[in-house]
């Protein structure tokens, strides 16, 4: 009897030590969240949704270089955002996004090729706000990331609307000017 009870222990031990820790079960109830606002936040294709990601990836490139006041990486970012702009397949997407998307997409190559021709950086910022409001329009129109970005501004940066986007929540202001790098805070997520 003795062995017996010390078996069904052992059995509910072994059984208890397979299933999942509280830290897998939580990152798998992640996954399953993330999955379900994929299903849910974008009703772009598939194709589009990539192409997006990419040029917001050329964008926070741009971003980091004027922040960091770099005017050469700036002139070759601007280039490579410029250039994404055209490996959207727009027409996947429905008339009225095509005719949104083609717009947005025309900002912004004239301003990332305005930006490419400037030597300072002042000059380059008043040409990456212009973009900014450009992609600020098109993630709040097409949802098209899965992780959160952020909407920054700083009242006291003196140029334009003073937005921009971000991946992180800690402020780096890209306009600087007389206000500083940590000038900003989060008007909105999307």
């Known amino acids: 009897m003795y062995r017996f009870l010390l078996l069904v222990l052992f059995a509910l031990v072994m059984f208890a030590s397979c299933g999942p820790t509280e830290e897998e079960q939580a990152q798998q109830q992640q996954r399953e969240q993330q999955l379900q606002n994929q299903q849910t936040t974008s009703s772009l294709p598939y194709n589009f949704r990539l192409e997006m990601e990419n040029l917001l990836d050329h964008y926070f ?14 002139r070759d970012y601007s280039e490579q955002l410029a250039e994404a702009t055209f490996d959207a397949p727009q027409d ?19 301003e990332s090729e305005n930006l ?3 030597d300072t950086i002042e000059e380059q ?10 992609m600020i329009r098109m993630v709040d129109e097409f949802n098209p990331v899965q992780y959160t970005l952020y909407l920054m501004e700083c009242d006291e940066a003196g140029i334009g609307d003073n937005q921009w986007l971000s991946r992180e929540e ?3 202001n890209p306009y600087q000017t007389n206000a500083g790098s ?5 008007e909105e997520r999307f």
């Open 61 to 74: 490139d741009l971003k980091d270089a004027i922040t960091s006041a770099d005017t050469d990486a700036a």
């Open 92 to 110: 996947l997407l429905e008339p009225e996004d095509q005719g949104f998307w083609v717009g947005v997409a025309r900002i912004i190559r004239t």
């Open 116 to 118: 490419v021709e400037e």
């Open 125 to 134: 910022r008043i040409y990456f706000e212009r973009i900014s409001t450009a």
């Open 170 to 172: 800690e402020v780096l």
């Open 182 to 186: 940590g000038c900003g805070e989060i």
